[in-house]
C-alpha cells in the first residue's frame, strides 16, 4: 500500500497567517494527490485535486503543488472557518489511502 | 442537486453484521462509482472499497477481505454497505463518497453526512 505522511501533525495559526502542509507519499504517484478539509462533526470536504486543481466553490487562499512524492497544501490568510484538520489522499494505486492529518488550530 | 442521504445511526453487539444504506439522487447513477470511507473516534479517514454502480463489481482494502459487502440497487440508486463479524474497533462514522473523474484525475467529491456505528456489548 501507498503510504503518505502529513506533516505537521498539527500547528497553531492566527487568522490572516499563511500555514503550509506537506504530504510525502512512499513512492510516486504522480499528481493523483488529493487534499480534503474535515471538521468536527461534518463530512470531509474536497479542496484540490489532481495535486493543485480547485475544486469548484474553494476559495482560492486554497492552493496544492508537488509531484512525484511530494505535495504541498498552502492556506494564505487563514479565516476563522479554516481551524480544522486536512487530509491528504491518494488515488494512483488501490487501496486509495490517506495521510494521518494535520490539525490546524488557533493559537 | 447531487445528494447522498445515509441510513441512520446504528448500535451492534460484537459479532453481528450492520448494513448502512446510501441513496444518490440528482445525478445519473451508473455514470458515478461509489467508495465508503470511515473515521473512528478521533482517528484518521481510512479507506474501505469501492463499488461499480453498473455491473456491481467491487474492491475492497486487504484488511476488510472477508468481512465486507458492497452491494448496490439501480432500481432505488441506492448503494448498500454491510460490515460482518464486527468488533469494537470497527466503533466510527461511515462515509459513503462520489467519486469524479477530470483530465484523468479521481476524487471524493460528494460525501453522505456518515452514519455512526457503535459496537459494543
Known amino acids: 500500500d501507498i503510504q503518505l505522511t502529513q506533516s505537521p501533525s498539527s500547528l497553531s495559526a492566527s487568522v490572516g497567517d499563511t500555514v503550509t502542509i506537506t504530504c510525502r507519499a512512499s513512492q510516486s504517484i504522480s499528481n493523483d494527490l488529493n487534499w480534503y478539509q474535515n471538521r468536527p462533526g461534518k463530512a470531509p470536504k474536497l479542496l484540490i485535486y489532481g495535486a493543485s486543481t480547485l475544486h469548484t466553490g474553494v476559495p482560492p487562499r486554497f492552493s496544492g503543488g508537488g509531484s512525484g512524492s511530494q505535495f504541498t497544501l498552502t492556506i494564505s490568510s487563514l479565516q476563522p472557518e479554516d481551524f480544522a484538520t486536512y487530509y491528504c489522499q491518494q488515488s494512483d494505486y488501490t487501496p486509495w489511502t490517506f495521510g494521518q492529518g494535520t490539525k490546524v488550530e488557533v493559537k | 442537486q447531487v445528494q447522498l442521504v445515509q441510513s441512520g445511526a446504528e448500535v451492534k453487539k460484537p459479532g453481528a453484521s450492520v448494513n448502512v444504506s446510501c441513496k444518490a439522487s440528482?445525478?445519473?447513477?451508473?455514470?458515478?462509482?461509489m467508495h465508503w470511507v470511515r473515521q473512528a473516534p478521533g482517528q484518521g479517514l481510512e479507506w474501505m472499497g469501492i463499488i461499480n454502480p453498473s455491473g456491481g463489481s467491487t474492491t475492497f482494502a486487504p484488511k476488510f477481505q472477508g468481512r465486507l459487502s458492497m452491494t448496490r440497487d439501480r432500481s432505488t440508486t441506492t448503494f448498500y454497505m454491510e460490515v460482518s463479524s464486527l468488533r469494537s474497533e470497527d466503533t466510527a462514522v461511515y462515509y459513503c463518497?462520489?467519486?469524479?473523474?477530470?483530465?484523468?484525475?479521481?476524487?471524493?467529491?460528494?460525501w453522505g453526512k456518515g452514519t455512526p456505528v457503535t459496537v459494543s456489548s
Open positions: 440528482g445525478y445519473t447513477f451508473t455514470n458515478y462509482y
Open positions: 463518497a462520489r467519486v469524479s473523474r477530470i483530465a484523468g484525475y479521481y476524487y471524493m467529491d460528494v
